[in-house]
């Protein structure tokens, strides 16, 4: 399990996000609440941008569907132009 209040970083810069939420009762879901948690591949993701930083830098990344926005938000940190 990875934390985001400050342990989990990218480029030597703690990525914050707020905690998780738990899931709404089946009935009151929409798509599954998928937008609620950080995904496992979000996470390995981010770590590999980071080994292999020549994939965002200088490029305009877009991000669909990886929870919280981890993905993007190491995008940016990694030297993407938007």
Known sequence: SVSFDG???????AV??????????HEEQEHGDTGRSVWDGAVALAKLLEHCRWLVADRAVIEVGSGQGLV??????????R
């Open 16 to 25: 914050l996000l707020r905690p998780g939420r738990g899931l709404r009762p």
């Open 7 to 13: 342990d989990f970083t990218v480029a030597n810069k």
């Open 72 to 81: 993007g938000l190491s995008a940016a940190q990694l030297g993407a132009t």
